[in-house]
Each structure stands twice: as C-alpha cells, then as structure tokens.
C-alpha cells in the first residue's frame, strides 16, 4: 500500500518586499554619504532602478523545499537505482524554458554558425545533431533519418539527437545571443542594421578602429575587450578610467566619454545552461499548484494530479496526458480514436503545463540535466542546491597587468582548470603564469565529479558508470508510464546521442527567492535618513 508523504512546503522568505535591488532609494551611500552616479564624486555608479526578468523563453521557478524521489512508486521488478535515496532537499528560485528545444531552435544555432563562420565546415558538422539515432535493425524509421530534423512538419517537435555536449554548447551559443541582442536592440551597441551596413546610422556610428573580430562572447565583453557602442552607450562617469582602459585609437563620442555596460548595470542576462537535477525534478513536480500555508495537500506520481494517466475533464475526457507507450506496443492508441496522438514525438507545445507553467515535463522526449550520475548521490550531497558535476574553471589570463582574457579561434575565453581554493595573493597570481595555468588540468582539487567515490567502490567493479555519466529524467514517447514519474532517473555517456532524448535550459535567478511578494505579510525594514554633511555635523 502507497503511503501518501504530508510535508512542509517551505519557500525561502525574501529579506524585501521588493524584487528591484535597491541599495537606498535616494541614491546615497549610508556608509560614506556619497552620492552615486555623480561625476564629481568619483564616478561611482549604482543601479537604483533594476528589476529582473527571465531570458527569451523562460519561466520563473520559485523554489522551495520538497522530498527529492517523494514521488518514486515502487514496481515490482524494478530496480531500486531507478531512483535517487529520499530526502528533503532545498531548490532555490530560478528560470527554466517553457518548453523543449525544438528543431527550429536547433537550426537557429546551425544557421547562425554557417552564417558567421561559413568557411568552418568542422564546426557546422559538429554541432548537427545524430539523424542516424532513428535507424533500428528491425524497424522502417528511414524517413526520419533526412526528415525529422529538418522538415517543416516537425518544425516544432523536440530537437533529438544531440548529445549532454552539444547541448551544453547550445546554452552557451543562446547566452551570448541574447546578451547580444540585449546590447544592439538598446542601443548599447550598434544596432544589427548598423553592424551590416544598411542603418541610417552606419556611418555616423561607425567607430574609429574596427569592430572587433569573430562573434559576441559575454564574457571577452565584459573584460573591455570588445570594443562596440551604440548611439545610448552607457556614459562614462569616471573619464580617467575609461581613457586608461580605452582601446587605441579611439575617439570620444558627442556627449561625453562612454563605456560597456558591466555587470553592476543589471542589463545581461545570467548564462543559459542545463538544470540541475534537482532542479528539473522539482520543476517537474510541480507542487506549488497542491501547497497552502506551506503545506502540500496532496503528493503527485506525475507533473500532474492524480494517479491516473488521462484527463478528466468533461471535453478531454478519456485523453492521454502525456506522449508515452500505453504498453510495449501502443504508441499512440486505436485509428479514429488515437489518445496520446503521437507514434513519435509530438510538439513540444502539447497537452497540459504542469502548475509552474512547464509543457512537456512527462514524455515526449526524455531530457538532459547537468548531473554527473551516480546511484547514491543524493545519500550524500548537500541539502540546497544538491548537485554532482563540479569541474572549477578560471579564464586564462594573457596579460596579468591588464587582465586581458585569452581567446580561442571562436573569440571565448580559454579555460582552464583552478588551480586555488581560495583567492590567491597578487604575489601568487602574479608567480603562477602561464606555467601553472597549463599544469592545472592535473589538479584534482578542479574536478570534484568523483567526490567521495572512493567510499561508494565505485571504480575496480564492473561498472558503466564513469565521470562522463550524465543523468537523463522525464520519459519519452519510448517510454511506458514509470519513466515518467520525476523521480525516475537513467544515465547515458555525454557524448552520446538517442531518438528519446532532448533537453531544455535553466538560467540561475538572482535577489529575493520570493517571487511574488504581493498580499503576502512582508517585514518592511526602515530606510535610514540620509546623511547630509552640510546639515549634520
């Protein structure tokens, strides 16, 4: 008999009312009584006005506490590694795509690198996906081979294919795309009409040296070494830094000196990246549409309510829920009464959001997360933000005076491994060089993905799983009912591909967990009274 689990739903408490970060509302130090934004003052500069929002294609995940596998059943038969050890375990707020990536946002990503990079023919073919994941002994799956991908009647079916790798380099090329896009359509940059010759505003906001080569990276921006500014750069509050840091050549805009815009200003988004596992079976669940007064009512064995695996309302009555395999041969029901109405994928775009507003969190495809596997991770790992996978990297730094980034042939950062715990001496940083950056791919302290294997016996037994073990949740249209319990978990090598398995990304929130705070009781902290050093004295 299935015990139904009664718990507490505990959202983390928000320290202000507000989502906006204000550090004081009249846009003065309380420590120094400084005005900010002043050029006289120094230049130091601080956004009063931020609000946050989710990226292109995200939804706002408020996070919380749940039982991680609370919602595991046990099957006869069924092996006990299909799911993680029971545990209360804290997710803190953050954004997940409302759907899976489809076809057509795959092929953004191949058109965009034919388009800037057309002569790199070895960067096209590694980012297309494995059409060949179709081909079966004994089944007649060739039509999908050339058609799945790129054919206009699976436009907006889940992209499948594609290895834990490619997308993972996928989050990474969406990042820089949309901060991108951010920048230009602003006009922090110039604008994509300006880039490509044919604004209105081309000549005049033509720099003095060249635009930079190769594509946008956020992060080569951010350091200063993308030289771009638009007709609303951010202007320059402290002169002397910005003409030390200027690039040669350059000449002051109308209006002032000018710069990028940095981090301070609000204006990027956070990286696109995989969720983590926690975080994707939480999103899954979906509890937040069975809790009142921090207590979850009802438990869930899917992303929806119920035990059942078809809708009760009166006009979809009868209708699977979900794109699975009812049995081990019905994959989509009886012809004139078909129920999940798929023999493979359907539109990520299909049947009913879970309470967060997720489609598709229960088969269609399977999906990647970012977890290294391991069967007892969740015995062991942290109680917020429970996560395998950490390999710690740092930016190679060219130039340590300057703090210039070195770059690959794609204009991103090179990485390399950490070599440090804790912040380094200038002495230290200064003595390590080039030399410790490229011994660090053999410090263990970077790679923390097998942490505590030695305990767990892991390595010496005869075992698949290995440090590029990537867990994949979900169910798929592949898959019979179980799999698509969120608690369910299975792992495939990083590098490898299946016609089941798909992903969607996450991007990290940052402020308040609360997401939102109105008619709900808020402890509402007192503004200090501004100094005034020509009054008090």
């Not at 507490?8 to 004081?24: H, P």
Request: aromatic share 12%; glycine share 8%.
């Amino acid at each position: 008999m299935e015990k139904t689990y009664l718990y507490s739903f505990a959202f983390l408490l928000s320290v202000s009312s507000l989502i906006s970060c204000k550090s004081n509302k009249n846009g003065t130090s309380e420590k120094t009584g400084l005005a900010y934004n002043k050029q006289e003052n120094g230049g130091f500069e601080v956004n009063n006005k931020f609000k946050r929002g989710p990226g292109p294609g995200l939804v706002e995940i408020e996070g919380g506490v749940f039982v991680m596998s609370g919602s595991a059943i046990s099957i006869p038969g069924e092996e006990l590694g299909n799911f993680n050890h029971k545990r209360e375990t804290t997710v803190s707020s953050f954004y997940m795509d409302e759907t899976e990536v489809s076809n057509t946002n795959w092929l953004e990503y191949l058109n965009w690198i034919r388009r800037t990079d057309p002569t790199n023919y070895e960067y096209y073919y590694n980012e297309l996906p494995d059409t060949l994941v179709w081909r079966r002994p004994l089944s007649y799956n060739e039509p999908y081979v050339d058609n799945y991908l790129r054919h206009p009647a699976y436009q907006d079916y889940p992209v499948v294919g594609v290895t834990w790798e490619q997308a993972q380099r996928y989050c990474t090329w969406r990042t820089h795309v949309v901060n991108e896009s951010l920048l230009r359509e602003q006009g922090y940059m110039a604008s994509y009409k300006d880039v490509n010759g044919n604004g209105k505003n081309a000549a005049k906001n033509a720099p003095a040296t060249p635009r930079p080569e190769g594509p946008f990276n956020t992060d080569i921006y951010l350091n200063g070494q993308y030289d771009d500014r638009g007709p609303r750069a951010m202007k320059d509050l402290s002169p002397s830094l910005a003409a030390a840091g200027a690039a040669p050549g350059a000449t002051a805009p109308k209006g002032g000196p000018t710069r990028n815009v940095r981090l301070e200003d609000g204006i990027l988004k956070q990286p696109y990246r995989l969720p983590t596992e926690a975080e994707w079976e939480y999103a899954a669940l979906g509890l937040i549409g069975n809790t009142e007064y921090e207590n979850v009512g009802n438990n869930k064995i899917y992303p929806w309510d119920g035990l059942g695996i078809s809708s009760a309302k009166s006009k979809t009555r009868g209708l699977i829920l979900a794109n699975f395999k009812r049995t081990k041969g019905d994959y989509m029901g009886v012809g004139g009464s078909l129920n999940d109405k798929g023999s493979i994928t359907v539109p990520v775009r299909s049947y009913v959001p879970n309470d967060f507003g997720l489609y598709n969190m229960a088969g269609n495809v399977n999906e990647w997360v970012a977890d290294v596997y391991r069967s007892n991770t969740f015995d062991a790992a942290d109680a917020l933000n429970p996560y395998r996978g950490n390999y710690w990297q740092d930016k190679k730094v060219a130039d340590a005076a300057t703090g210039r980034l070195e770059k690959d042939k794609y204009n991103r950062p090179v990485m390399t491994a950490a070599v440090s715990a804790k912040k380094q001496t200038w002495e230290e940083k200064q003595a390590a060089g080039a030399a410790a950056a490229e011994a660090a791919p053999a410090n263990t302290y970077a790679d923390q993905r097998g942490y505590r294997d030695e305990e767990n016996k892991l390595y010496g037994e005869i075992t698949l799983v290995n440090n590029k073990s990537r867990v994949y949740k979900g169910g798929s249209w592949d898959d019979q009912a179980m799999w698509m319990n969120p608690a369910t978990r299975r792992f495939l090598s990083q590098d490898e591909s299946t016609a089941d398995i798909g992903f969607r990304c996450a991007m990290t929130m940052l402020g308040a967990s609360e997401i939102h705070p109105g008619g709900k009781p808020q402890f509402k902290p007192k503004q200090q009274k501004p100094f005034n050093a020509k009054k008090d004295k």
